[in-house]
């Protein structure tokens, strides 16, 4: 489906319009006009965009006043923004595969800290014994914050199993979690608490954050390393002016992710659960297992985000719940998943 304009709540398809629930807009930013103020200032004072290194002899100040805002947001001693949230993994991962024996995955991890020949962390539901032996080796452990098809934070508590001669770095992306769970907001960096010698963070900001950027978090040295690999230091930074958005926007998040915790919390009051339907009232993904669901949606004027991460894969059915949307949005949505009953 094509359409003339930003998806937000509403869309037009084929001069119809449709309740939208998809997108990955949660805090509604991109059409929040404070907020689209607040980018054309910095575009006016910053320009379009910045195609030097961040290494050349020239600095911005625009990088210094977003950085500092993320890592404290966050709870990070550092960070540091890119390009794209894809970059910001890839650089992540390119560079502990000079430092890591061995990588293992906890979940089905997005392409962007995914690597070939990483193990899982767990096989046929238990703990892998490569974990567990006796060799001395420096692993690191791949994962998603929220893994998709789940409404919660990944499980992390394996950690404490693992012996302390195994030196463990823990890579997390957070591209759907940064901005929606966690003290207003922060993620769930912050929170991971357990015998481990590093934890780094990375994360798009195209979605909660409403800027096109990746940013990486995590301590001092870790991110003097990342700045001073060969990929960082040719490639053009995130638009300054987005960066000096970050900063400039605080206000503006912690509003609209307030929104959100309303219309998630509001929507959880009027939802009658049951199998087919995976939701939690901290996370703004409703996932849907039934396909005759997603077309009684459609046939209400609701559209949902439906697509495959590969060709293989079983379409992703999930409703995306925004601080845009309106209580009567979240009523007409919960009226059609409540009288849906796939045992009639």
Do not use: C
């Amino acid at each position: 489906m094509i359409v003339n304009q930003f998806p937000d709540r509403i869309i037009e398809i084929d001069q119809k319009q449709f309740l939208y629930f998809g997108g990955t807009a949660y805090l509604g930013l991109p059409t929040n006009k404070k907020f689209q103020e607040l980018v054309i200032q910095n575009i006016l004072k910053w320009g379009t965009t910045y195609g030097s290194s961040r290494a050349a002899n020239i600095q911005l100040s625009a990088y210094d006043s977003g950085e500092k805002f993320l890592a404290q947001h966050i709870g990070s001693e550092s960070a540091v923004t890119v390009s794209s949230g894809m970059l910001a993994g890839k650089l992540v991962v390119d560079l502990m595969k000079s430092k890591s024996d061995i990588f293992f995955h906890l979940n089905n991890t997005h392409n962007a800290i995914t690597i070939n020949k990483s193990l899982p962390v767990f096989e046929n539901g238990k703990l892998n014994n490569r974990l567990l032996d006796s060799k001395t080796e420096k692993i690191t452990i791949l994962t998603d914050g929220v893994p998709s098809f789940e409404t919660q934070p990944a499980a992390l508590s394996f950690l404490n199993k693992i012996p302390n001669h195994k030196e463990i770095t823990l890579i997390v992306d957070e591209s759907h979690s940064f901005g929606i769970i966690g003290k207003k907001g922060s993620g769930i960096y912050s929170s991971i608490d357990f015998p481990i010698k590093r934890k780094i963070m990375v994360s798009s900001l195209g979605k909660a954050f409403g800027l096109t950027g990746g940013v990486i978090a995590g301590d001092h040295d870790f991110i003097s390393q990342i700045k001073e690999t060969e990929t960082f230091t040719s490639a053009a930074g995130m638009n300054p002016a987005f960066v000096q958005t970050l900063s400039d926007a605080d206000e503006i998040y912690k509003t609209q992710h307030q929104k959100l915790l309303d219309n998630l919390n509001y929507i959880d009051s009027i939802l009658v659960k049951n199998d087919t339907i995976l939701f939690d009232k901290s996370y703004p993904l409703i996932y849907l297992l039934s396909k005759q669901l997603v077309e009684k949606l459609k046939e209400k004027n609701i559209v949902i985000a439906s697509f495959k991460y590969s060709k293989e894969a079983e379409p992703l059915n999930r409703i995306v719940v925004t601080a845009n949307h309106l209580k009567t949005d979240l009523e007409k949505l919960a009226g059609v998943l409540n009288d849906y009953n796939p045992k009639k």
